[in-house]
């Protein structure tokens, strides 16, 4: 097992929205920071204690609170952020329902909120309101009152669906 000192600096690779980084960080360097010096500032801090979910990405297929796991941690891993979530400048539909069923005020939560959906539908594509209001329950929105976005999961959730059935026929 390789040891690494305190001050020693540790070179990671990454594999961000499809593209993959290489950096050279110290072992106590949060993974957050290092997505948002890298470009991908809709990575959003909201707080210091792991509870409001603003810093929500992709990993490997989990949802996880990129503030919670040292970049080191993350060395070698598969990453999406929300900045990876349209295709050609199409929105992907949980966007669209956030969109359309005004989930959002300002915007600190949406990308993490996304991100939480997005991993949530994976996981259970036909979720009732209990379902997600439990599924988001690690994000946290100051400004919603969550309704809203309640709504534009329901309304991803149906769109998903349509295009399912579309590509199946
Ligand atoms: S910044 Fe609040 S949970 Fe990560
Ligand atoms: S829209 Fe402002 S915190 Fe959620």
Not at 30 to 40: A, C, K, N, S
Not at 46 to 65: F, L, P, Y
């Amino acid at each position: 097992m390789k040891v690494v000192e305190p001050n020693e600096k540790v070179a990671i690779k990454l594999k961000v929205n499809g593209k993959e980084y290489e950096e050279v960080v110290e072992p106590r360097r949060l993974l957050v920071h290092v997505l948002r010096d890298l470009g991908f500032t809709g990575v959003h801090v909201g707080c210091d204690s792991s509870n409001c979910g603003a810093c929500t990405v992709i990993m490997n297929g989990k949802s996880v609170k990129s503030c919670t796991l040292l970049a080191i941690e993350a060395n070698g891993a598969e990453i999406t952020t929300v900045e990876g979530l349209s295709s050609n400048g199409k929105l992907h539909p949980i966007q669209e329902g956030f969109w359309e069923k005004h989930g959002l005020q300002c915007g600190y939560c949406t990308p993490g909120m996304i991100m939480e959906a997005y991993f949530l539908l994976k996981e259970n594509p036909n979720p009732t309101e209990e379902e997600i209001r439990e599924g988001i329950s690690g994000n946290l929105c100051r400004c919603t009152g969550y309704q809203n976005i309640v709504e534009a999961i329901k309304y991803a959730s149906e769109k998903m669906k349509k295009q399912e059935i579309e590509k199946t026929t």
